[in-house]
Structure formats: structure tokens, C-alpha cells
């Protein structure tokens, strides 16, 4: 069963062992002893499919079947889904954002969380984007005139 504790440590932590044992209230050197083999009764079997419920008790128990319920992955794939498409929102303001902003949209990202800002932030963020594309446009269309202008061909004056 520690060999599938790993897996789960993997999947949930990317195998960062302290930062699973914070996620489930326990401390490293009882992760160490469960990995191990040691203490492992229904006590640490039962906190595992409590906080981790897309975790199959049967194959935590058994090794049969997936470890992850069918159900709660499709769960899990809508969340991460949500969040992909919350961030891809948010990354369109990128340009205008202040040092402070984003470094705030870093730290969510990095840290595997939607970021979150006020709807008076979003606004602002969609009014400078308006303002920045056209600015962009105006500046295309004037310098396209400009190549016009200067690419045309002079005829000679009879």
C-alpha cells in the first residue's frame, strides 16, 4: 500500500512529501512511517478517502482498478478546465496591467489557484485594452498610408 501512498504523493503533490503531509493534517515523519510501512491501519486509510475523495478506496485498499474514480476525474478535468479557461481570461490584460497586478496574477498562477480580482479591476483592465488596441490600430493604419503613399509611383509631368 505505501507504493500506491506514493503515487497518490505524485499525483496530488508532484511528490513534494511535506506539502502532502500539510494537505492531510499529518506531520513528515508520519508520512515517512506510513511509507515506510509502518502504522498503516484504516486510521491513515480512512483520512486519505475523507480529503482525497477522488481517490478509489479499491484500488488504495486492493491495487485493483484506477486510482482515480471515474466520476471524480471528470470532476477534476471540468475544474481544471474552469480554471485554464478563468486564466486565459485574465492573461488578455496582461499588457496593461500595474507591476503590483501582476505579480498578484504570478503568484496565483504559480501557485495553482484562479486569480481573483475585483469586476472594478476587470473593467479597467477592458477599457485600457480598448484603448490599447486602438491606439495599435490607429499607428497600423497610419503607417500603411504612409507605405502607400510613399510606394506609389510619381508620373512624370508632360
Same mark, same amino acid.
Given at each position: 500500500?505505501?507504493?500506491?501512498?506514493? %503515487?497518490?504523493?505524485?499525483?496530488?503533490?508532484?511528490?513534494?512529501?511535506?506539502?502532502?503531509?500539510?494537505?492531510?493534517?499529518?506531520?513528515?515523519?508520519?508520512?515517512?512511517?506510513?511509507?515506510?510501512?509502518?502504522?498503516?491501519?484504516?486510521?491513515?486509510?480512512?483520512?486519505?478517502?475523507?480529503?482525497?475523495? %477522488?481517490?478509489?478506496?479499491? /484500488?488504495?485498499?486492493?491495487?485493483?482498478?484506477?486510482?482515480?474514480?471515474?466520476?471524480?476525474?471528470?470532476?477534476?478535468?471540468?475544474?481544471?478546465?474552469?480554471?485554464?479557461?478563468?486564466?486565459? %481570461?485574465?492573461?488578455?490584460?496582461?499588457?496593461?496591467?500595474?507591476? %503590483?497586478?501582476?505579480?498578484?496574477?504570478?503568484?496565483?498562477?504559480?501557485?495553482?489557484?484562479?486569480?481573483?480580482?475585483?469586476?472594478?479591476?476587470?473593467?479597467? /483592465?477592458?477599457?485600457?485594452?480598448?484603448?490599447?488596441?486602438?491606439?495599435?490600430?490607429?499607428?497600423?493604419?497610419?503607417?500603411?498610408?504612409?507605405?502607400?503613399?510613399?510606394?506609389?509611383?510619381?508620373?512624370?509631368?508632360?
Amino acid at each position: 500500500m505505501n507504493n500506491r501512498l506514493l %503515487e497518490i504523493i505524485k499525483y496530488k503533490t508532484g511528490g513534494r512529501q511535506t506539502d502532502f503531509a500539510a494537505l492531510l493534517g499529518w506531520t513528515p515523519q508520519y508520512l515517512a512511517k506510513l511509507l515506510r510501512g509502518e502504522n498503516f491501519g484504516i486510521k491513515p486509510v480512512v483520512t486519505l478517502l475523507e480529503k482525497l475523495p %477522488e481517490i478509489s478506496g479499491r /484500488w488504495l485498499l486492493l491495487g485493483q482498478g484506477d486510482m482515480l474514480e471515474i466520476g471524480e476525474l471528470f470532476n477534476l478535468q471540468r475544474e481544471a478546465f474552469s480554471q485554464v479557461q478563468a486564466i486565459l %481570461e485574465i492573461e488578455q490584460y496582461i499588457p496593461v496591467m500595474t507591476p %503590483e497586478e501582476l505579480h498578484i496574477y504570478e503568484q496565483a498562477v504559480r501557485d495553482r489557484r484562479t486569480p481573483d480580482y475585483s469586476p472594478e479591476t476587470l473593467e479597467k /483592465w477592458a477599457r485600457l485594452t480598448t484603448a490599447r488596441k486602438q491606439e495599435m490600430e490607429a499607428r497600423f493604419a497610419a503607417a500603411i498610408a504612409k507605405s502607400t503613399e510613399s510606394c506609389r509611383q510619381r508620373t512624370a509631368k508632360k
